[in-house]
């Protein structure tokens, strides 16, 4: 692995990697030894959209490694002000040791990737959000015993997370229902990848079909971040998306929920819902630090 732009761009064989060195990192925390394996190794955090988890569970991540994160805004930095990511890349790449970048467009993350000659993760685009789906499938592995095999069904909007969640559980081995209104499809180049996995992915305007039989359902918010303008068109057109009680009966009684989190209590989630899987939403959360201390463990120090 030479970059984590997407997760089209790894083998499976690539992503168990990652989760079982996410998986030892984690134990390894718990038992109050983390390894030092970021020594004098300085990452670039670039961020042009809002970040709670991603960014506090790098700088945290990377601390713990041992080496330094430096937060950049990206509305602070000269990029705001029309340097070309080409430019911006070239500067990065030679001072740090690595750049995580989150912004809208997935062509300035593969651009920084192009022109910096160190290893670039995606921290999210509008495409695809690569950390946060090896976080769920590392924490859905940790519940359930294993990947292959899960029904996984997606309620929401076909964005990022959709995209990613398609991907990385199909190339996992687990069948995934994509429910999303008409106008809401994942990005037309994922359809063309599902496509391969034949009956094992489906794509319907049914949120009931999503949920049957789930042992894992995902939902995340209806208006991301960058549409807020479009917030009242999407109450409509999401509304009867929600995950809420009686969706939740159709599932396995052991199914899970997973949410990338910030959660819209009264959209995409009842706050029972929420509640009930609580403890599975902040686990993913957790593992957020763990997996990202494994990416950038594998890209920097041979792991
Ligand atoms: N899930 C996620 O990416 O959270 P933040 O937006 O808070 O980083």
Redesign the pocket.
């Known amino acids: 692995m030479e970059h984590l732009l997407k997760l089209s761009s790894l083998t499976p064989d690539e992503i168990i990697h990652i989760l079982d060195v996410a998986d030892e990192y984690k134990r390894l925390h718990k038992a109050g030894t983390d390894p030092k394996d970021l020594q004098g190794k300085a990452i670039a955090l670039m961020f042009g959209k809002?970040?709670?988890?991603?960014?506090t569970s790098l700088e945290v991540g990377i601390y713990q490694m041992g080496g330094l994160g430096t937060y950049l805004s990206a509305a602070d930095m000269q990029i705001a002000r029309g340097e070309p990511i080409q430019d911006t890349a070239r500067v990065l790449g030679r001072y740090y040791d690595a750049i995580v970048y989150r912004t809208f467009k997935q062509s300035d993350v593969d651009a920084l990737a192009r022109y910096s000659g160190v290893p670039v993760v995606s921290g999210?685009t509008d495409y695809a959000?690569p950390l946060?789906v090896l976080t769920d499938l590392m924490t859905v592995r940790e519940y359930k015993g294993k990947l292959a095999g899960l029904k996984a069904g997606f309620v929401g909007d076909g964005y990022n997370m959709a995209n990613s969640l398609i991907v990385g559980c199909l190339m996992m081995g687990m069948d995934f229902t994509i429910a999303c209104p008409n106008g809401y499809r994942p990005s037309a180049d994922v359809l063309f990848f599902a496509r391969e996995y034949g009956d094992h992915f489906k794509l319907t305007t049914a949120p009931d079909e999503a949920a049957r039989g789930a042992d894992v359902l995902f939902t995340d918010v209806w208006t991301s971040m960058g549409m807020e303008r479009e917030t009242e068109r999407r109450r409509r057109d999401f509304s009867g998306f929600c995950l809420d009680a009686a969706r939740m009966a159709l599932a396995k009684p052991d199914c899970i929920v997973q949410h990338?989190?910030?959660a819209h209590r009264g959209e995409e989630i009842t706050p029972d819902v929420f509640e009930t899987h609580a403890d599975e939403i902040f686990d993913e959360a957790e593992n957020r630090l763990h997996v990202e201390k494994a990416v950038l463990g594998i890209l920097l120090a041979g792991k």
Do not use: E, K, N, W
């Open positions: 809002h970040s709670t988890r991603t960014r999210m959000h946060q990338p989190l910030p």
